[in-house]
T-cell receptor, first 117, second 114 residues
Framework: AQTVTQSQPEMSVQEAETVTLSCTYD???????LFWYKQPPSRQMILVIR??????QNATENRFSVNFQKAAKSFSLKISDSQLGDTAMYFC??????????????FGKGTKLTVNP | EADIYQTPRYLVIGTGKKITLECSQT?????MYWYQQDPGMELHLIHY???????EKGDLSSESTVSRIRTEHFPLTLESARPSHTSQYLC?????????????FGPGTRLTVT
């Protein structure tokens, strides 16, 4: 079974500081995909960053980067130069494709991040 | 933001009523999904569709039903609403093409059954 664990229900950070959100997952597969989604208060869920398991290089999108440790099954999100607009729920998600084209996206329980002025 | 829409955004309804939550996307995506998000914010897949006339149940058992008659439209129906159905419902879609499997989410429908 695939599970995704986010061990930090809530975190806070000062504006302009750096924060790291943790995520671990459990799978016996070798080829899969990992995502971080952001859900601001009362707004749509949007993709922050993605990582393909076969790529060793950590993904980066502007102020957002990941630390992907495949052997440890760890996929943490680092937010640099935090901004007030980064305040949101952050969900780590794991996706695996099956033969025949079906797929499954499993979410962690989320980390509520608050950026303080 | 993605071109995926949900109506209504908020709905308060009495027990026993039939309701339909609408979801539409204009991106031509063939894959669509319904998630239920509980008060603790955890998301659970309740239905998905890989194309017209294709629907499957997700991981979380749900008394709701879905249909997919048109590519762009994936409504969810509750025949008889109950207080246990109170939740936020999120619709999502993605293409089967080379898109790195990103799902695009709608704004959600917050349902309260009294």
């Amino acid at each position: 079974a695939q599970t995704v664990t986010q061990s930090q229900p809530e975190m806070s950070v000062q504006e302009a500081e750096t924060v790291t959100l943790s995520c671990t997952y459990d799978t016996s597969e070798n080829n899969y995909y990992l995502f971080w989604y952001k859900q601001p208060p009362s707004r749509q869920m949007i993709l922050v960053i993605r990582q393909e398991a076969y790529k060793q290089q950590n993904a980066t999108e502007n102020r957002f980067s990941v630390n992907f440790q495949k052997a440890a099954k760890s996929f943490s999100l680092k937010i640099s130069d935090s901004q007030l607009g980064d305040t949101a729920m952050y969900f780590c998600a794991f996706m695996k494709r099956f033969q025949g084209g079906s797929e499954k996206l499993v979410f962690g329980k989320g980390t509520k991040l608050t950026v303080n002025p | 933001e993605a071109d995926i829409y949900q109506t209504p955004r908020y709905l308060v309804i009495g027990t026993g009523k039939k309701i339909t939550l609408e979801c539409s996307q204009t991106m031509g995506h063939d894959k669509m999904y319904w998630y239920q998000q509980d008060p603790g914010m955890e998301l659970h897949l309740i239905h998905y569709s890989y194309g017209v006339n294709s629907t499957e149940k997700g991981d979380l058992s749900s008394e709701s039903t879905v249909s997919r008659i048109r590519t762009e439209h994936f409504p969810l129906t509750l025949e008889s609403a109950r207080p246990s159905h109170t939740s936020q419902y999120l619709c999502a879609s993605r293409t089967s093409g080379i898109s790195l499997y990103e799902q695009y989410f709608g704004p959600g429908t917050r349902l309260t059954v009294t």
